[in-house]
């Protein structure tokens, strides 16, 4: 490969890393003020315990709104990026609006598997967007996506792309698959760090 032409690629992932950070991050940020919001109006207001049936009903109601099996969990997001498949697009407004929703009513589920998924799914529409469409880098798109938003939630854009590259079993078969998550990862960082605040409620 040319010179010209390899330093072009890699300015194409590190463009492509850095958006998909910036976005997934932007994301998470929102999921975790909405989150927060849901919490303190539960605390104010114990009684939405009541409408927790409704806002499961709701929440089923969503996802098959939008052609989503309703088990979808971040294991499955996680095997369609071991398999270079992308992950729904649709996930993204469905775990959003269904994490603070269940969270509104006295629920409890896990804010960072939600933001788990949450990235995968912005990664999987935001990557062709940024010009890269080949089938074989839905996987890093995704790991880009997923460490983006753990490291928004955690504030530990190290440990999140680590742990990302990790929990994928896959040798890393070029360096931009592992350089990419982590710039993901530092973005998605900023992004929260100029937020000004943690995003998960001890």
Known sequence: MAAGSKT??????????????AVAGACTVALGWAVDGAVAAFSAHGQLVWLLPVAGLATYGLYRALRLDFSLGTSDVIEAARSSRPVPRALAPAIFLGTCC???????????????????????????????RDEEFQETFVMCGM?????????????????????????????????APALSSLTAFAVARLAGAHLVSP
């Not at 440990?159 to 990302?164: D, G, L, S, T």
């Open 147 to 179: 460490a983006a938003a753990l490291s928004a939630v955690l504030l530990a854009p190290l440990a999140a792309a680590v742990f990302v590259v990790e929990v994928m079993h896959r040798r890393i078969s070029h360096p931009a698959r592992l350089a």
């Open 102 to 132: 269940t969270l509104l009513c006295g629920g409890s589920v896990g804010k960072e598997a939600a933001a788990l998924q949450l990235g995968g799914s912005v990664s999987s529409w935001l990557g062709p967007l940024v010009g890269l």
């Open 8 to 21: 072009s690629s890699v300015l194409r992932w590190a463009c492509a890393a850095a958006a998909i950070g």
